[in-house]
């Protein structure tokens, strides 16, 4: 049984940054892909970016690209995604999700079986 559990969310001045974790158990990841995904209110849930668990390839929506980062540690299996120069536009849930796969570049959410329970960011103007 594949769990996804997030923490690092919360309030933040525009301009600033915050990272966010995603502790993953329950099955050896070597074969998967870890996404990240959030969504606003009255929004849809929208790709943020994605990481091959080997090699470690990624691939990041225009909206993010060059102010996130995702990142994982194979020994504490989690991924991370580190949020830099934020928004007032970033604020939302946002979640962790996984799938067997090789390709980091597929950004629909249903591809994901597996999601965790999200973690709010604010940020604030």
């Known amino acids: 049984q594949v769990q996804l559990v997030e923490s690092g969310g919360g309030l933040v001045q525009a301009g600033g940054s915050l990272r966010l974790s995603c502790a993953a158990s329950?099955?050896?990841?070597?074969?998967?892909?870890m996404g990240w995904f959030r969504q606003a209110p009255g929004k849809e849930r929208e790709f943020v970016g994605a990481?091959?668990?080997?090699?470690?390839?990624?691939y990041y929506a225009d909206s993010v690209k060059g102010r996130f980062t995702i990142s994982r540690d194979n020994g504490k299996n989690t991924v991370y995604l580190e949020m830099n120069s934020l928004k007032s536009e970033d604020t939302a849930v946002y979640y962790c999700a996984a799938r067997v796969g090789s390709y980091a570049a597929r950004v629909e959410s249903y591809l994901y079986p597996y999601w965790g329970q999200g973690t709010q960011v604010t940020v604030s103007s």
């Open positions: 990481i091959t668990w080997s090699g470690g390839r990624t």
């Open positions: 329950g099955r050896t990841f070597s074969s998967f892909v």
